[in-house]
């Protein structure tokens, strides 16, 4: 089922064969987000047959993390009401977008979700990946902590996997806001 209010924001340099990877771990969705946004510097980010992908647009806004993520939120299309972003290389349960919409449409306190991370490093394939992230199952969203005394909540939903950091440590991969 596709939902025309939601939409994933991908922000990527240098990896396009890992972001048709994490593209088509999204296009499994359960629920289909409306709008996928690739927010790449340089043509030579995105595959062909990438770019072919119904659904999926490209935006080039040059190099930096913060310039992609904001050059992909002004394209959003109006409509948009929940924003995903993932990383260019996590293998996300078939339900992860199901569960954070849930979330957002369950407690109108939550104003960001995040993902929890169930492996992590450059040693799992994308087929390793997939066995970890179907074998956590989907598991049910719960409240992690507050952002303040008078402010909203954070949430966070356990069911993806990152399958090729190149950063260790990193701790969010993939993350949702209400607009």
């Known amino acids: 089922m596709q939902d025309d209010t939601v939409a ?3 922000p990527s340099v240098n990896r396009p064969r890992t972001l048709r990877e994490t ?26 047959e990438t770019r072919a992908l119904s659904g999926v647009s490209v935006i080039h806004c040059g190099l930096g993390l913060t310039r992609q993520r904001n050059g992909a939120v002004d394209a959003l299309a109006p409509a948009i009401k929940l ?5 260019d290389d996590v293998e996300l349960h078939e339900a992860y977008l199901e569960h954070v919409a849930r ?13 929890r991370v ?22 049910e969203s719960r409240r992690v902590r507050a952002i303040g005394p008078d402010l909203s909540s ?11 950091r190149r950063a260790a440590g990193y701790q969010r ?5 209400r607009r």
């Open 118 to 139: 169930l492996a992590d490093g450059r040693d799992i394939s994308r087929a390793r990946a997939r066995e970890i992230v179907a074998a956590a199952g989907a598991a």
């Open 83 to 87: 924003v995903a972003f993932i990383d």
């Open 8 to 10: 994933v924001i991908i």
């Open 23 to 48: 593209l088509l771990s999204l296009l499994r969705q359960r629920r289909l987000p409306g709008q996928i946004i690739l927010s790449v510097p340089d043509e030579d980010d995105v595959l062909p």
């Open 103 to 115: 979330v957002f449409q369950e407690q109108p306190e939550v104003v960001l979700v995040d993902g």
């Open 173 to 177: 991969a993939a993350w949702a806001f």
């Open 154 to 164: 954070v949430a966070k939903v356990p069911c993806w996997s990152t399958c090729d």
